[in-house]
């Protein structure tokens, strides 16, 4: 992108390209929306700020035809519309980006991109056409990437960015963003915002939600508030401050966001000595007892493949692990669980939970597959969920409401839940609270910090720098596969973060 974009060059139309008007929507036993009117005119980027649960994903599958609403009206550059699937509503022009990633594994970067709609010449699939076009559309993104390749072997970061190229190549007239910066670092988050300002200096109207409030006072031209499936509150950009968003969102002040006491730091629990996978290049960095080791990096510096080779996931070419002075053999997941490593993945849905079951049978899973007993205790099994969901305080009806409808927040204690049961030594979270609210990242770094000063080592990767600065005792930076540097959490700064990751 030659042409740095910024709001300046926005000029918000007064014409109102997209209105909802007394929206409802019931779930059995829940109230998701009640009476919520928003609209959006041309060119405006409109914020939706809520804590999870609050209705904001009710409303954008209404928005997008995935709900029907109970109640209350759509319109559409002025025509009233009803979206009985999604694919009318991308026909009609409204484009979703969701916080859930939506790929096909086994098949081509390109062919993601262009799925449904994969050019052809003479009956036959244009591959040259397509792989040109997805270049093209990627670069809108600031992503350069080789279309042929696998999608499957790309990073999360990568993947939504990919999402992100996917949906724009349509002739859309409003896009709706979920969490789009969830997995990108700084540099990547930047690269997007300059695609947000421009595509809204070109008329397309922008939905954006995020729990990261400082996104907000640099894209967004309004936000709408939403607690408890209601709109609490309508406020300029110009006129709004961090603490109001927080009041009005959670409904109560956040006076700790990053209540880290701190911990007497102890002895080496966790040395790696030379690491190499196809990933990293002879890593090395030990972390302690009672100590919560950061890692940062640019997407491709391979922060986020350390956290899943310590666990087994990735072959290991060279090198060595110990845990408490002892050398671990990783081959596989189930030898990290025996030498006292656990590891919380960044894609909590797809890796760290089955959907489907309830708090309770997700809580042991990871104690089935390391005790294997001969038999199914259920009594046991709701025990134990029960004594997680009072510990972490995780809000759910009971142990054996199914996961799957619980908020983000809540889905994450559940996985932590399932390791902190096997008492690890070592615990490794990879964007620990990605999708989360910020009432939620609040408990759970509590959480963090308890653990710490019970003697545990956390080590958390994560492309959220406030995070990191906030929450770590050490910091490593990678860059190229390599470790760049080590930077202590009292002296660490954006700017000398950044320099590491840039390589030096």
């Given at each position: ?13 007064d014409?109102i ?6 929206i ?5 036993g ?13 060119g ?17 599958k209404i928005l ?18 009803h ?11 409204i ?7 939506n ?20 009956g036959?699939v244009d591959?040259k ?7 093209k ?10 279309p042929k390749i ?13 999402e992100?190229?996917?949906?724009i190549?349509?002739?859309?007239k409003?896009l ?18 300059q695609f947000i300002?421009?595509?809204a200096?070109e ?23 939403i607690?408890d499936?209601?709109?609490t ?7 709004a ?5 927080i ?19 102890g002895?080496t ?8 996978t ?5 890593i ?8 919560i080791f ?7 510096s ?9 666990f087994g996931k ?13 050398p ?6 189930m ?6 490593i ?15 079951q ?15 007993p ?7 099994d ?6 997680w969901?009072e ?12 996961v799957?409808s619980?908020?983000g ?11 902190l ?5 070592v615990?490794i ?9 910020v ?11 308890r ?5 545990k080592?956390?080590?958390i990767?994560?492309?959220e720098?406030?995070?990191?600065l906030?929450?770590?005792d050490r910091?490593m ?10 930077l ?5 700064t ?11």
């Open positions: 992108m030659s042409y740095i974009y910024s709001r300046q060059d926005r000029r918000v139309s014409e390209v997209m209105e909802a008007a007394g409802n929507k019931a779930f059995p829940v109230k998701a929306l009640t009476d919520v009117d928003i609209s959006i005119r041309k405006e980027v409109v914020a939706l700020l809520g804590e999870n649960g609050a209705g904001k994903s009710t409303l954008i997008s035809g995935v709900y029907q609403p109970d109640s209350g009206t759509m319109k559409l550059e002025g025509r009233e519309v979206f009985d699937v999604p694919l009318q509503a991308k026909e009609a022009g484009g979703v980006i969701h916080q859930e990633l790929y096909v594994a086994s098949v081509s970067v390109a062919e993601n991109i262009f799925m449904g709609n994969i050019p052809t010449r003479h036959i591959y056409t397509m792989y040109e076009e997805s270049r559309i990627m670069a809108k993104v600031g992503l350069e990437l080789d696998c999608i499957g072997t790309c990073s999360v970061a990568q993947k939504q960015l990919i992100i190229a996917k949906v190549s349509n002739d859309i409003v709706i963003m979920d969490e789009p910066t969830s997995s990108l670092n700084d540099i990547e988050t930047k690269n997007l915002f300002h421009k595509a200096s008329g397309i109207s922008i939905f954006y939600i995020s729990h990261k409030l400082d996104e907000l006072f640099e894209v967004a031209d309004r936000v709408v508030v607690r499936g209601c709109v509150a309508q406020i300029d950009m110009k006129e401050t961090r603490q109001l968003l009041s009005r969102m959670v409904g109560r002040d956040l006076t700790a966001m990053y209540p880290k006491e701190g911990a007497p730091i002895e629990i966790l040395e790696v000595q030379d690491l190499s196809d990933w990293l290049k002879g090395s960095f030990h972390a302690r007892r009672g100590e950061g890692i940062y990096g640019l997407m491709g391979g922060h986020q493949e350390i956290g899943s080779a310590l990735d072959i290991i070419h060279h090198g060595k692990i110990l845990v408490n002075g002892k671990a053999k990783i081959k596989r997941p030898d990290a669980i025996r030498a006292g656990a590891y919380v993945p960044a894609e909590r849905k797809t890796e760290g939970l089955v959907l489907n309830s708090v309770a049978v997700n809580t042991v899973a990871a104690y089935y597959s390391k005790t294997h001969l038999f199914v205790n259920r009594k046991r709701s025990q134990i969920a029960k004594k969901i510990s972490l305080s995780t809000k759910t009806p009971s142990e054996n409401t199914i799957e619980l908020s927040g809540n889905q994450q204690k559940v996985v932590l839940s399932k390791w049961e096997l008492k690890p030594d615990l979270l990879n964007e620990p609270t990605r999708g989360i609210d009432g939620a990242k609040a408990e759970i770094y509590k959480i963090l910090d653990l710490v000063n019970e003697g080592c956390v080590i990767i994560t492309s720098m406030p995070e990191l906030a929450m770590s910091i930076v990678m860059f190229e596969g390599q470790v760049s540097g080590f202590d959490g009292k002296d660490a954006q700017e000398s973060v950044v320099q590491y990751a840039i390589g030096g």
